[in-house]
């Protein structure tokens, strides 16, 4: 990856204070409590002319050993700590530059001196960061500073994450070596065509990491069946079948009663609940910036009220959307099963029927490339503009099949229609009365108009509107 640079240091350094300063977006997760940063996170920053690919890691916590917490039952578990640190690796890996964060208040600890070590054993160009050193401290050197020379990683640069002081000549230094952007007006692939942003939605623990993992070939997300194990919304850019798509693996979505059996640690301000809403905002916001949203249901549990809610945020918000149904070789089958399981569904997902179904295996990689053709074809279904001549004879054809009803002695008359936008595809009908057009008659217009131009997977929005002079 070119023009790439990682955030490394210990927990609760301003990691991703300074990451979120940086990128200009509210995007990683920010809270007083160490390791709430586990996957890395990836967002662009725009610096003189220069973009780069800057990443948000976890804390590297050497004081907890990994033979330490050997149980699996809670999320500060050796699991998840040594998880972290292979994340840290990777994120070292792929970056031509490391940005190693301490903490003036802190002082230089035992676990700097480690990171620093192990920096210096990578062979990468290095830039020591020193956080939480207010104006005065960076326009003057504060005494404390001259503690980090003892790390051996040159001239440290003070800078203050929340405020923005002294991340100017951060970022001088580490554009250092970049090159000019090119311009560029949208994400396209060799062949010029559109990078969809995808977002892999549902509850906790039905497989939306260990899809992204599939498909990258390598473990970039945490995998475990603890519920809550990803808490960020997390890109990564994947190539299906000779297509490209930039996928969005969220937090998952749990009941708000769920989130009273949270535990504590007494921590001063280490506040779970805060975590899981941050995490729940995230993921919701991944669903707003997406072009697509993958709703992942897994087979061995089956739908339930809140896969319901998750699939209706997406409905409501104009998301064209597939219903991937996860760990289908795990489940047992027979000769109609799926058919059975298909028509149990579409009742289950009865307020959004044009929504497809795939039956997939993130862990096999069964049926994924089946899943991305369906996610090209929703979303070209969804942009798609439909002439107005095309629109009203499927108009007319609807009404001579089934006239407008009639009310207290009145009728709706549906005059025209045309289309005012697409993503999701908008039509407007002009009539006589929308007090006479009622929402049933609405939902049987917009049924023939998805099955007149088979618009699967997409939701359509109907807006009724009076022909000028018809109101009296």
Not at 269 to 284: D, F, H, P, W
Not at 373 to 392: D, F, H
Request: proline letters at 4%.
């Amino acid at each position: 990856m070119l023009n790439t640079a990682a955030i490394v240091g210990r927990p609760n350094v301003g990691k991703s204070s300074l990451f979120n300063k940086l990128t200009g977006a509210r995007q990683a997760i920010v809270h007083d409590s160490p390791g709430v940063t586990r996957d890395r996170l990836y967002g662009e920053v725009e610096w003189t002319g220069k973009t780069f690919t800057l990443i948000d890691t976890g804390g590297l916590d050497y004081s907890k050993d990994s033979t330490d917490n050997k149980g699996t039952d809670d999320n500060s578990s050796a699991f998840v700590l040594s998880h972290i640190r292979k994340q840290v690796t990777a994120a070292i890996n792929e970056a031509e530059v490391v940005i190693f964060l301490c903490d003036l208040k802190s002082g230089v600890t035992a676990d700097d001196k480690e990171i620093a070590n192990m920096l210096l054993r990578a062979n990468k160009q290095v830039i020591l960061a020193v956080n939480k050193c207010d104006a005065t401290g960076i326009n003057s050197t504060p005494p404390e500073l001259y503690e980090f020379y003892s790390l051996g990683l040159g001239d440290p640069y003070p800078l203050s994450a929340n405020h923005g002081h002294g991340t100017g000549d951060l970022l001088d230094e580490v554009t250092k070596t970049f090159p000019m952007d090119i311009d560029t007006d949208e994400i396209t692939d060799e062949n010029g065509n559109k990078v969809l942003r995808v977002a892999v939605i549902g509850k906790p623990n039905v497989g939306k990491s260990t899809l992204i993992n599939a498909l990258l070939g390598e473990e970039r997300m945490i995998v475990s069946n603890v519920a809550g194990t990803t808490r960020d919304s997390a890109d990564a850019l994947v190539e299906v079948d000779g297509a490209s798509y930039i996928l969005t693996d969220t937090a998952g979505i749990r009941k708000k009663n769920k989130f009273k059996n949270i535990k504590y640690d007494g921590t001063p301000g280490n506040n779970q609940i805060e975590i899981e809403k941050y995490s729940v905002i995230r993921a919701l916001t991944a669903v707003d910036k997406s072009d697509v949203c993958v709703i992942m249901l897994d087979v061995n549990e089956g739908f339930t009220e809140q896969d319901g809610k998750i699939a209706g945020y997406a409905h409501e918000h104009g998301k064209p959307s597939v219903i991937a149904i996860n760990k289908w070789d795990s489940f047992e089958k027979q000769g109609d099963t799926m058919d059975k399981m298909r028509k149990e569904l579409t009742k289950d997902y009865a307020f959004m029927s044009y929504v497809p179904f795939v039956f997939i295996s993130a862990l096999k990689k069964q049926r994924l490339t089946d899943l991305f053709k369906t996610v090209t074809n929703v979303y070209a279904q969804c942009s798609r503009r439909i002439t107005t001549g095309l629109l009203n004879e499927a108009l007319a054809a609807a009404v001579k099949q089934t006239p407008p009803p009639a009310h207290l002695g009145q009728r709706l008359k549906v005059y025209y229609a045309t289309q005012a936008q697409t993503n999701p595809p908008t039509f407007v009908l002009f009539c006589n009365s929308e007090e006479l057009f009622h929402f049933s008659y609405r939902r049987y217009i917009e049924n023939r108009f998805r099955e007149a131009f088979e618009l699967v997977g997409t939701p359509i929005k109907i807006i009724v509107r009076e022909r000028d002079g018809d109101k009296k």
